[in-house]
């Protein structure tokens, strides 16, 4: 499932550069509070949360697949257009994001004020 995102809204925040993210590759960045997963596949450069919807786990530590990405932790894979789940255990969709290269770097549409994704038990202490 992918959030609709109002492109009058969206801020296109720099993540990383283009050659850090080689194809078959996922990696995690952060911008500001959110975290990403960044991976390159057929030559395309995607963006989604970084948090399998199954137990959690970083989506930057699995492999990309022919069909999206998989999670290490228990073989949980989504797909990189719409964060759907292809393979179980997984049954929630991630979150995906609006993703461009421009001049040699990537860049991950988020909206101002959203929440950044990602497990509450991870989230920082407020106070």
Request: proline share 7%.
């Amino acid at each position: 499932m992918t959030d609709q995102i109002d492109d009058t809204t969206t801020e296109f925040v720099r993540v990383a550069r283009s050659g850090q993210v080689p194809e078959g590759i996922v990696r995690r960045f952060y911008a500001g509070e959110h975290e990403f997963a960044v991976a390159r596949l057929k030559g395309k450069a995607y963006a989604t949360s970084n948090y399998c919807t199954h137990l959690d786990c970083l989506l930057s530590s699995g492999k990309l697949r022919d069909d999206g990405i998989g999670c290490s932790c228990h073989g949980s894979a989504f797909d990189l257009e719409t964060g759907e789940p292809i393979s179980p255990p997984a049954t929630e969709p991630i979150k995906t994001y609006p993703c461009q290269e421009r001049d040699g770097e990537i860049f991950v549409g988020v909206n101002p004020g959203e929440a950044p994704s990602g497990p509450t038990r991870r989230q920082r202490r407020q106070g």
